[in-house]
């Protein structure tokens, strides 16, 4: 399943051609793959950036450092950039466009022009919804829930025009795996010879493809509505605000899918590559992973136990939810299991992938409590979502995210991360994480509803803690992105397969040539042969 | 706003004060062990695993087990079992917050940017505090004046959403006498945290006192009355100092010269607050736009816009 390399080495993708115009234009997967990289880069840091000043200004009741409207901004703000401009193309767009074709064995996608159009989707949606701070901001929340969203000022059409863009940008990147998935697959590559990687990023991009465009159309309803003003979701007009909600959840909960499932395709390779074994129950994984997708597209109305729907629907989607549970609790005992008997090195990437473990199966058990109605009741809007759906997204995709970043970094920059640094990132991140949302579950469950700027002087003390932790995950990440930075620059030259990992894309060199492969590969057994 | 003791939680849930409370709490508990008990399973389970297996040199052979499917049916069925028991445990305390009794205490609860308005059956009309008897069930129905808004009363366990221009329903049965905490869960704006109220549990006695009373204002001077409208309706938004809130502070608003973002500016006099009680819209002071207030028109009577009036006089 080699391919041997008799190329000239210091020729590959990062020199093959070079100004800023080769890098705008580039049609190459692997460069695409790293403009994504650094707009995401620069989208976390600004919604980080907010989190800071959402947990600052909590530190303490009543006003600490800004008004109510300014808040309300930053929550908004940091909600939208992190959910539609940091993890939905976090893990597809970024790690799964460099990735994706070279664990194929292909040469790029399928359609590398459209992958370049999806970028600057991204790029021109940002770019609105960041005019939005010209016109007053958004004040809404990310969710732009109505009849708000229609009497709020003008900066939330912007906002909603931007988020409709850039879903475009996620349904091309979708589409555009699918077909490669399909069509390019390497000689001798069969569908269950592909790594897990691959298969999280199909079933996401079957999502993508199929969900982005409800919410498409829910946003540009929303937009409709608030130039043209005609009564869709308003009241006043004969509209119906809960429809919003049907609309928008339709596709914000697979959307939560769209996030996880690629996440979980990393942590696969993460641990069968760091025990050096092969994956326990790959069928179970992988099929895990479809059904999720499909059973997604069902669950919304768990969103909506007290909106005004049915008694009935609530129960019904209360069961769907229940059924999602099943698949994500089988991934994670197959995670487990893999490590059994395995030889494990703890290198960052590694700790990574047992923080999210660590982080999303309380994440997942909370999610349970949530999906039963009577207990959703009490919960719901309160901190203890806040709580869950960070364990879930911060302490599960961002982890992955993190830990793949390392992993393939010697890969995409042909050098090493210093692994001591990396670790210290690793300890900042996940017990700051840790602190700041943990006590957001009691302080759910004691009854703070969430999106509250001020709280009773009972909720301070576990508030204090939550915004202490909060800087403390800010530092981590600043200290990653500047051994991220140093190791890009100085970092010790890495060879081409530096973890021993057996996928396709350790099988060309470091950093791969224009081309992926000198020689096409031919595929011969699966893709976590250790013997 | 104001402190109610009972209101949160000391420890970790707020107390018990519906019929609901204790089942509630049950399956709480049922849900925290058995999540305890996943968790030390996944977690002790990887890193006793990381540990016990962890590389001890770089020629390590690793066993080649690739599945095994009677683990893998047994463990998707234990969870598929309990997610079974917690899903129709749920359902059977939903449905009982989900029937309401013939005989049930029917309130009308009115959210508005941003106040809660409750009104009874007799007429009587309550702002920021409902009265309810005790072990008596409850029925509330449920509207909003503007945009969503949620009735949350945590020591009950009940939550519901308020919509405009529909009716939602919540039902309980109070269990304890005292204040309990109202909050607003759904996300209304730039008061939304300050969008309180309180529940106050009486006996069938106090209750019915407390209905019969005619006039809320009765002994009160205008500027009391005013007051007290201000310390229920206005104090979401609007400090009695200088400082501003969502909108200005009004400490010497009184005869003060106005400046506005799109109208003349003048001195304010009693036409002009009243115009900003009714049509807050019309006049917006400058460094406040796109801050929009509700209309108090129709929920005020003359004597209470008079009380109001009067009372800001007072704030030099």
Redesign the interface.
Known sequence: MSATTTHDSSKNYINHESGILSWLTTLDHKRIGLLYMWTVLTFFAIGGFYAMLIRTELFTAGKTIVDAGTYNQFMTFHGAIMVFMVIIPGVPAFLGNFVLPLQLGAKDVAFPRVNLLSWYCLIVGAAIALCSLFYNGADTGWTFYTPYSIDTDNGTVWLVLGAFVMGFSSILTGLNFIATVHKLRAPGMTFFRMPLFVWGLYSTAVLQVLATPVLGITLLLLAAERILGIGIFDPDLGGDPVLFQHFFWFYSHPAVYIMILPAMGIVSELITAFSRKTIFGYKAIAFSSIGIAAVSFFVWGHHMFVSGQSEVAGIVFSFITMLVGVPTAIKTFNWVATMFQGSVRFDAPLLFAMGFLFLFTIGGVTGIFLAVTAMDVHFHDTYFVVAHFHYVMVGGTLMAIMGGLYYWFPKMFGRMVSDFWARITFLLIFIGFNVTFFPQFILGAMGMPRRYYDYLPAYESLNKISTIGAWTIGTGFLIALGVIIYAMKKGEKASDNPWGAKTLEWQTSSPPPHENFINDPVVTAGPYEYR | MF?ISQ????S???PVAST?GD??NS??SF?VIS?LI??VL??G???Y???K????S?N?????????NL??FT??FI??VI??V??A???????D??SFPEDALEVHVMGQKWNWNFIYKSGKESVEEMVVPVNKPVKLIITSK???H?F?V??F?????A????Y?ALGFTATKKGNF?V????????????MLAKVRVVSQDEYEQWLRQGDPYEGMSLAEVGQKIFSQRCVACHNATDQ???GPGFKGLWQSQRTFAKAEGLVADENYIRESILNPAAKIVAGY????MTSFAGQLDEKELSGIIEYLKTLK
């Open positions: 402190f209101a949160h939680a000391e970790f849930m707020p609901f089942a509630f399956l709480y849900l999540s996943a968790c996944v977690i389970g990887f890193i695993f990381a540990i297996y962890r590389r001890q770089e390590d052979k690793t066993a080649y087990i690739t599945h095994n683990l893998e463990w998707s969870p598929f997610f079974m917690v899903f445990w749920g359902w059977i305390i939903y449905n917050m989900r503007d945009v969503l949620s949350y945590p020591a366990r009940v939550k519901q959403d919509i405009p221009g529909r939602t905490q909050f607003c869960a759904e996300y209304c704006g730039d008061a939304h945290s300050s501003a809130k969502v736009e796109g801050r929009v």
